[in-house]
């Protein structure tokens, strides 16, 4: 098996093996998954902005010529230097024929990064790039508070900033579920604190656009856990955070609304961790186990109603805007008595 360790993967991407000229970067982050194919081919060529280094191809042009993926990655550059091939393969494309040919045709003087989404232990092309001697597969799952927290440290030293402690631990809270976007969170937030010798929990509320779905997500998991007393303390401080009623209520329903669809595809035989994955956006690894227990014990035809229910509240704080905070509450009070009672 020639799966990238996780403690090996950095290393590789920085300074790829030229023994494993093949190599297929998967996983549900797409951002990172971007970001380290194109690590990878920063290391493999000169110039990537070159097309007689860099030659592009869509996973589906190779489906229906499995032969071409073998012609190009054996072109010679036409000004010589190193020569890439970045392969992006679709959600529905079928590489496994491309891959098997170059594999069975002698070993390219060339880089070729193919870039998937998230592929199942069985899936061909992953199967076939972790069984081969000269192919390596590298996974990308979401970052984990680690990771996170060394990127935050990492773009916190590139801009020569320093951050507060509480405030690294509510950033760390607002990123995960994609490399990419979590990166450009902490650099955007890193422009905003430009001047100042350190960043503050005020900066990152201030900045980073997930700070209002943090505030609720406590808030939201108390409700559905049916913990009141929780429940009132997240209310009480979401309030604080100036979020409005009306949006605490909306922010639920959306839940809800994607609660419902995770309930359905698993009902009709999804995965749970698929019907997980596809929420939008990602689920922070820290609720995973809550909102895991709530697609256990919410049926889909409760979620129905309750997102009725929420969308009535929704619309009755927008009537009623001097009522709006106990129209909310009641809202999510509600929620709590249902889950408590488990109708």
């Known amino acids: 098996m020639v799966a990238l360790k996780t403690a090996d993967i950095d290393a590789f991407v920085s300074r790829p093996n030229p023994a494993r000229p093949i190599v297929l970067v998967f996983g549900p982050d797409t951002g990172l998954v971007r970001e380290r194919a194109e690590a990878i081919i920063r290391a ?30 054996n072109t010679m550059p036409l000004f ?13 494309t079928n590489l496994a024929p491309a891959v098997e040919a170059l594999l069975a045709a002698p070993s390219p003087d060339c880089r070729v990064v193919i870039e998937a989404g998230d592929l199942k232990r069985n899936a061909p092309l992953r199967v076939i790039c972790e069984r081969a001697a000269s192919a ?19 773009e916190m030293h590139a801009a020569q900033l320093t951050i507060a402690p509480d405030a690294k631990e509510i950033l760390t809270d607002l990123l995960g579920g994609d490399r ?5 969170e902490v650099r955007k937030l890193a422009l905003y604190a430009r001047g100042k010798e350190r960043v503050e929990i005020d900066d990152v509320l201030a900045v980073v656009s997930d700070a209002s779905t943090l505030a609720t997500d406590g808030l939201i998991d108390a409700a559905f856990a049916g913990r009141p007393r929780e429940l009132d303390v997240e209310f009480g401080k979401t309030r604080a955070a100036a979020t409005a009623p009306g949006s605490i209520v909306a922010t639920a329903l959306r839940y809800v609304g994607q609660m419902h669809k995770a309930r359905v595809a698993i009902d009709q035989g999804a995965d749970p961790d698929e019907a997980l994955r596809a ?35 929704v619309l009755e704080t927008r009537r009623q805007p001097a009522v709006a905070e106990s129209i909310a509450q009641r809202a999510l009070l ?5 889950a408590r009672r488990k109708e």
Not at 180 to 184: E, G, Q, V, Y
Not at 287 to 312: C, F, G, N, P, Y
Request: hydrophobic share 45%; glycine share 4%.
């Open 136 to 154: 390596a597969a590298i996974a990308c799952y979401p970052d984990n508070e680690r990771d996170l927290a060394r990127l935050i440290d990492d």
């Open 334 to 338: 509600s929620i709590v008595t249902s």
């Open 180 to 184: 990419l976007a979590s990166r450009s």
């Open 80 to 92: 010589g230097g190193r020569r890439a091939v970045w392969v992006k393969a679709g959600p529905r």
């Open 279 to 313: 929420f939008i956006p990602p689920i922070h690894f820290r609720r995973k186990s809550e909102v895991q227990a709530a697609l256990r014990s919410w049926t889909a035809a409760r979620l129905a109603r309750l997102m009725s229910q929420l969308a009535d509240a």
């Open 44 to 73: 493999s060529v000169d110039d990537p902005t070159d097309p007689f280094m860099l030659a592009r191809l869509e996973g589906d042009d190779l489906a229906g010529d499995p032969t071409r993926l073998v012609e190009e990655a």
